[in-house]
């Protein structure tokens, strides 16, 4: 059976060093900011689907009147369940630790951290990809290594088109298409989307488009074939769509957002006191980090541990990180998503 061994690496410096990549390949996948991290210090997570709506207004009354009772936001119904775990862990193989000892102890030590690294960044991939799936989607499906666990978000199927002129289409009238998904979008939230996620593909789309086109010449007739992608930018919000970016992040090959949809979310510098715009991350705490022989600190439990386990037969060590987590899309129909080019 293998031990837990520190003779070159604690739990908590593994720990630490899992956490701190994570967090760094985090930044790049650019999906955090709507979903912040959030500690649980818990194995569960219970929420209300849609419970962040629009703000509630109180009302002023003469003294001695009694108050009257506000309206909860709507909810689209409970979310609860357990938060499945995510681990990776990496062997330092017989020979190879062999090599290492003669290359100098602390060899072994810092193979240890390069894995618990390593570990850190393949758990953060993986949630970047629940966090893709539940803004795509609304939905986020587990199926591997005998979880089949489907968290459905309750998005608006109206949030949820297919565009009747699709971009692809240089003489597509795209202004009356554009002006409904904005609609569609302040009834449900109050204002447009502080934030339109597109791919390249979609930019050169639009690019060739005649109504984007005519807008950034200001004519109708002898239009040039195509414009510069500033006009396009400009030509979006000038429709209500703010905070344009180019989004074709890609991890091993798969891309987080399909580059045939636009994605209309809110501004990532709106928060809520509960989180992030559209929810939170949860992260809970592991079996691990709960046994004393860790020694990880009781405010350190939620989130990824990792730790360093040797055999003896044969004679190796295993690296293993491990996490809890689950995004909670507690704000689903503040995403709008719209597929303006054909699937391939």
Do not use: C
Not at 4 to 17: I, K, P, S, V
Not at 188 to 214: D, E, F, H, W, Y
Not at 217 to 224: K, M, Y
């Amino acid at each position: 059976m293998p031990t837990y061994q520190e003779n070159h690496r604690t739990a908590a410096d593994l720990t630490a060093q899992a956490r701190a990549a994570a967090d760094l390949a985090a930044l790049g996948y650019r999906l955090g900011r709507f979903l912040p991290s959030r500690d649980n210090f818990s194995l569960t997570y219970d929420f209300n689907v849609n419970d962040i709506g629009l703000t509630d207004l109180a009302e002023y009354r003469a003294f001695d009147t009694e108050a009257n009772y506000g309206q909860g936001a709507a909810s689209g119904g409970a979310r609860s369940g357990a938060l499945p775990p995510v681990s990776r862990k990496y062997r330092v193989k017989e020979q190879e630790q062999l090599q290492l000892f003669i290359g100098g102890t602390s060899l072994i030590g810092d193979k240890q951290d390069e894995y618990a690294r390593k570990g850190g960044t393949a758990i953060a991939a993986r949630v970047a990809l629940a966090q893709a799936q539940a803004i795509e989607f609304a939905k986020v499906t587990l199926k591997e290594n005998k979880l089949d666990v489907t968290i459905d978000y309750g998005r608006n199927a109206a949030h949820n088109v297919i565009a009747a002129q699709q971009f692809t289409d240089p003489d597509a009238d795209l202004i009356d298409e554009l002006e409904s998904y904005a609609a569609t979008y302040r009834a449900a939230n109050g204002t447009n989307p502080g934030t339109t996620l597109v791919s390249q593909r979609i930019i050169t789309a639009l690019s060739k488009n005649k109504s984007v086109i005519g807008y950034a010449v200001g004519r109708s007739d002898n239009l040039p074939s195509r414009v510069a992608y500033p006009d396009v930018i400009s030509f979006l919000a000038a429709y209500g769509f703010l905070g344009v970016e180019v989004f074709d992040a890609v991890l091993d090959k798969t891309r987080l957002l399909s580059d045939n949809k636009m994605f209309l979310l809110p501004s990532d510098e709106t928060a809520t006191l509960d989180g992030g715009p559209l929810g939170t991350t949860e992260w809970g705490i592991t079996a691990e980090s709960i046994q004393p022989v860790y020694k990880i600190a009781d405010a350190e439990r939620p989130g990824i541990f990792s730790a360093a386990f040797d055999d003896n037969d044969p004679q190796g060590t295993d690296v293993l990180s491990t996490a809890v987590v689950i995004p909670a899309l507690t704000n689903a129909d503040a995403t709008f998503v719209v597929q303006v080019i054909p699937a391939a």
